[in-house]
């Protein structure tokens, strides 16, 4: 966003910036906030959006130090690798420091607050500003106010309860010697971060001349192992090869074309429409084989179809036959292109979900995103390596809870796991340790941390019509707390987050776009923008707002 601000050419602006930390950029993934030396990011330089200097380039210019405290080499390293999220961190804050002098250059007036959280936030509509306070006491009007406060990892019983973790975050204190098997629920990235460093803590990593990886305890902890808990028993799909690493983004559907197709679909837009448009045209174009086989499928078709191999072998097997497909399609630059265009139909399907109807949402909810969070999570190679290692050593296993799995914190610490498996058996497992891996929550409406914007109804909660009225009902039934009728007699379904508009403004309890707020802190706008956000959200979405912003002269705020 702040890059927007910089390139939009408007020297007239000022712009402050709220950081709670000492420094800006790395943010929560790539900070000491959410990792340690031994956590890598997702994407490889290739694939994250421009700032200044690409990360090659960057990497030339790092003092020998920093290079063998990350065991990187200058010479080898490319744009096609993935980095170790503390580097990427730095990375971040120095194009950070570069932007700033930038913007100073340009005659822009940038203030930033470092060290202050913003606790509160206020609109006055009477004003045309917005009231901002921090938590130094001091308060702060603006003209416009853009809310990117990214991740948040609420804390309910971790510090209360010995043994028990809210989440794996930040990882350094799961740095512990854990003699005994520890619980974790999911079993996807979030959980990948838990055990690659209570991995490192019990016992250690070789690889062979060949390049195998293998894992031994330390004598410290002989009956230190980890098993992870996941609804469906899957592990997520390994990083391979992008044909195009920015992963088509020019080819989300228009503005013309959502509304051509909402106006043939009593004004929604309909999730079958977006499959086709966003998925099998393009895979009829880049896979015309197995385009054959899926182009009379609905996502009820779809998505068992792909799944089927998955469900039926082995989760590690699976990890593995996975691990040699992904490298050779990284040796052979050559994509798995269904799983690429299924990143791109979750990336295209972000920002026009708000015109879904109640009914698709619900689709897309329990069908299609169980899938994508699978197949787009690409963990990284080694990653993989080191899963099938802990695997392979006896130390990990994933076992199968299904929908409706409990966990039980108690008070002399650690918890109970209870859950019935896929032969209908119940377990209970009692767990010294637990640490919950299930990635970052959508919060409800209720929970925004502005009391200011929630109290005076600045902001409203995502909603999405039902087109059919049985349905609706047929959805009250089942949980009336999510469904909501208005005094038309219309139903609608709540889904996580607050409303906001195409342009990522905050929208009241009458429907009114606010002028002066915008928000792109995902964990509070998951109804309407359910994608699994990365750098690639923070690209759009700025751009998005940046277009809005750049007609008024205003002063503005970042927190
Ligand atoms: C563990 C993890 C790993 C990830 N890895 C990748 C990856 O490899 N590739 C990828 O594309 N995406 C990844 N993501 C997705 C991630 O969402 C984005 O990459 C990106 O970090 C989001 O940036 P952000 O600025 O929105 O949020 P954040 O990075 O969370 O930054 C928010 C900033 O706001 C500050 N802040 C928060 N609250 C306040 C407040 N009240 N007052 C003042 N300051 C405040 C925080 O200190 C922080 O600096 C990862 C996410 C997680 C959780």
Known sequence: MFKRLVESGRTDLSIDI?????????????????????????????????????????????????????KLD????????????????????????????????LGMVVTVHYNTRVINITDKPALNKVLVEGDNEKEYL???????????????????????????????????EADHAVAIRGSSLTAIDAIRT?????????KSEAGLVSYALNE??????????????????????LEDSHLLKDSVLSKEEIEANRAQNDGFLSLDYVFDQNFKSKIADGDPEFYEQIKDMKIEDFVPFVMELREKLDAFQLLKAEYAEAEKSIKRKQSVYWKEILAVLSFAMNYPAKYLSAEDMQRLQKVLMPLISVVIAFVPQSSAQELLALHNAGVLELVTVGDDSEVTPLTTGGANYCYTDEKGEQHETYYTTFVDSIGQPHFPFEKFPYRGLL????????????QDEESAKQAQEKDPAKVRTDEAGNYYLQVPGIAINDNFQVIDAYGALNPRIYIMAVPYIGGYNPDYS??????????????????????????
């Open 142 to 176: 603006y003209d416009q106010v853009i809310i990117c406060t990214g991740h948040n990892w609420p804390v309910k019983h971790e510090g209360k309860v010995a043994g028990y973790f809210d989440s794996p975050y930040p990882p350094s204190k799961l740095a512990f």
């Open 74 to 105: 200058a010479n080898a390293f490319n744009d096609y690798k993935v980095l170790p999220r503390l580097l990427f961190g730095q990375y971040l804050t120095a194009q950070f420091k570069l932007l700033q002098q930038q913007a100073k250059d």
């Open 220 to 241: 410290g902890s002989p009956d230190f192992r980890m098993v992870m808990h996941s609804r469906n028993g899957l592990l997520p799909a390994v990083r391979f090869h």
């Open 455 to 466: 109290d005076h109804r600045t902001i409203s909660p995502a909603v999405l019509k039902f």
């Open 198 to 206: 209570l991995a490192r803590r019990n016992g250690s990593f070789t």
């Open 18 to 70: 709220f950081e709670k930390n000492n420094k800006l950029g790395a943010g929560m993934p790539y900070s000491e906030d959410g990792a340690c030396y031994e956590h890598i990011t997702n994407v490889s330089g290739n694939e994250i959006p421009d700032i200044v200097t690409p990360i090659a380039e960057w990497i030339k210019t790092l003092p020998q130090d920093t290079l063998n405290r990350f």
């Open 534 to 559: 990365g750098l690639d959200f923070s690209e759009a979405a700025s751009a998005l707002i940046i277009k809005s912003l750049v007609t008024k002269e205003d002063d503005i705020l970042l927190v």
